[in-house]
């Protein structure tokens, strides 16, 4: 087999079935770190060793049977090789940072293997292959120098009876669902998709493989890493849907794949990231529903919105923007397919609704929980906010709360109460989708100097991309008016939905990026259809705003890169 039929059939079958490919990636992985470093077991490297030896015998010998080395040649290449892995393994077992050498190997194997392939015919894949494995590595080098206590929401901890470790604890040892009333444990009220897969996921870990305690729980970091992995490849066939290609790919992927957003997800255990990863699913799947109206289809979108809802209520918000494109859809074709639409409709709320709604229903005839219900926060609680308006805090752009690039949190100190905290949710969101909730660096310090680099950076790239959509969605472009409606109602319902809880729960942690991670993969395709735009019009405008938009996404992707590998040395 030739290199150009090697790398077909490599693309092909990582193109057929991408999630699958990834979760056995993650699957392969996870026995060799178990979600942090000082999980490696001992003789995790000597097995990697072994592994690159043999693979590096195996590729030398394939080159040695294609004529593309002699026997001199074969033999010169594979000593060397394998005295250069010798060495690396053994500078590796010295080192204080063994991730940063996962990070950095994985991107040297991946480099390499993009060198060998066939990249002519494939540069659109393998240009795109290399763009989400980077982000892959950087994800996993964040899961690995990050412990499953580290930036995380509501977890509570494990041991105890609240928040999403209690809950996951609490289906593992008691293989059933809450069989008490949800308002009185902090946290149980979610559907249990994720906190079961995660129970299961512990026990296999902890009673299969046998990997201890400790250890099976921080694993739970390879699931997320996968789900967050599956957000970024429902991204890429999103942008491909549109046929965007070249630069007007490269760029809106490179925004995706080294966002901030789904590092930190990568590493979060709660149900955030499950729930965006079939959101994107239901995104993608209505795409190609709209295109190809067929009942296996739109059983694929009630599939995504059901799982999605199961795994976090707030899943619901895509429902909008679908429901709308069934509706254009039925009305546009109700004299032909009107019948067909209808039955099609009837299997998706057949599928769709108790999927999503079985957990909230029994809670309610059970308790009288409300379906939609929500834990609130203590109004005494020092992050309240709502002794200002919510009008004053929405306008409030002052610069004093851009002296730092990070959220701001009033302390109490001998007593008295110091500093503020953040209001604006416009504010808090530009700043915590990049650093999450906490400072990262000293004030003094020459991170902290890139820091606002990167602030000034994504700020500009993602007011860029607000004007994009406002400007693209009037204009003629490779996105038809029911899918600009689509991308239209999915932001405004995320952003109203945010902006109604940043009003009824008046709290700074309310006003968190996480909470609609998903417009960075509507910005970014927005980016991707103007700079196609641009580029076909070939004028010398076009030219340089394309050549700005370049510069400022590497600039974005290579400061992602350096702030997170710097985060990963920082003390937990």
Not at 61 to 66: E, L, M, P, Q
Not at 287 to 295: C, P
Not at 426 to 449: H, R, T, Y
Not at 537 to 559: G, P, Q, S
Request: hydrophobic share 45%; net charge positive; glycine share 6%.
């Amino acid at each position: 087999m030739n290199r150009k039929n090697l790398t077909e059939t490599i693309i092909k079958s990582i193109s057929a079935h991408p999630y699958l490919f990834t979760l056995g990636i993650c699957l392969l992985i996870n026995p060799f770190f178990l979600g942090a470093t000082y999980n490696i077991p001992s003789n995790a490297l000597w097995i990697e060793t072994f592994i690159i030896t043999a693979l590096i015998f195996i590729f030398g010998y394939y080159r040695y049977k294609t004529d593309s080395l002699n026997k001199s040649g074969f033999i010169i290449f594979t000593v060397s090789a394998v005295i250069a892995d010798l060495s690396a393994s053994s500078l590796y077992a010295t080192s204080e940072n063994k991730a940063l050498w996962h990070f950095t190997g994985g991107y040297v194997i991946l480099f390499i293997l993009y060198c060998l392939a066939d990249t002519k015919k494939y540069r659109t894949q393998l240009n795109s292959l290399l763009i989400t494995g980077t982000g892959f590595f950087l994800k996993m080098y964040y899961v690995l120098q990050t412990s499953v206590y580290t930036r995380q929401h509501d977890l509570g901890s494990f041991g105890s009876d609240e928040g999403h470790a209690g809950y996951i604890e609490y289906l593992l040892f008691n293989h059933n669902i809450a069989d008490f009333d949800v308002r009185d444990r902090w946290q149980f009220y979610h559907p249990p998709l994720h906190h079961a897969i995660s129970a299961l996921w512990i026990y296999i870990n902890e009673n299969i493989l046998l990997t201890g305690r400790d250890p099976a729980r921080e694993s739970l970091q390879t699931l997320t890493l996968f789900y967050s992995m599956c957000i970024i490849i429902s991204a890429y066939r999103i942008l491909r849907y549109f046929k965007l290609n070249g630069k007007s790919l490269y760029i809106p992927l490179i925004i995706i794949s080294f966002h901030p957003a789904f590092t930190l997800l990568s590493g979060s255990i709660n149900n955030d990231v499950l729930s965006v990863a079939f959101m994107l699913g239901a995104v993608i799947t209505t795409l190609k529903w709209y295109e190809n109206q067929t009942i296996k289809n739109i059983l694929k979108i009630a599939v995504c919105i059901g799982l999605g809802m199961m795994t976090k209520l707030s899943a619901a918000l895509i429902a909008p923007p679908v429901a709308v494109v069934f509706l254009i859809v039925f009305i546009k074709k109700i004299r032909t397919d009107g019948k067909k639409l209808f039955i099609q409709f009837c299997a998706f709320a057949g599928v769709c609704c108790p999927l999503g709604l079985w957990y909230g229903i029994r809670n309610y005839i059970r308790w009288k929980i409300p379906v939609t219900y929500v834990q609130e926060l203590d109004k005494g609680m020092l992050q309240y906010i709502g002794n200002q308006s919510f009008l004053s805090r929405i306008t409030d752009f002052s610069s004093e709360q851009f002296r730092s690039v990070f959220i701001q949190w009033a302390y109490e100190e001998n007593g008295e109460v110091m500093g503020y905290n953040e209001y604006n949710p416009l504010v808090a969101i530009l700043k915590n989708s990049l650093f999450e909730e906490g400072g990262f660096f000293p004030a003094d310090s020459f991170m902290n100097k890139l820091s606002v680099i990167f602030f000034i950076v994504s700020t500009i790239i993602a007011l860029y991309a607000f004007i994009a959509m406002i400007v693209m969605f009037f204009r003629k472009c490779k996105i038809n008016t029911t899918e600009k409606i689509f991308f239209a109602v999915f932001y405004l319902t995320m952003m109203i939905n945010f902006y109604k809880m940043c009003h009824d729960y008046p709290f700074t942690c309310t006003m968190n990026f996480r909470y609609i991670t998903p417009t960075v993969i509507t910005g970014a395709l927005f980016i991707g259809i103007i700079s196609d735009k641009m580029i076909s019009h070939k004028t010398r405008t076009a030219e340089i705003m394309i050549y700005i938009t370049e510069v400022m996404t590497l600039l974005f992707a290579v400061l992602t890169i350096i702030i997170y590998l710097a985060v990963g040395c920082l003390p937990e």
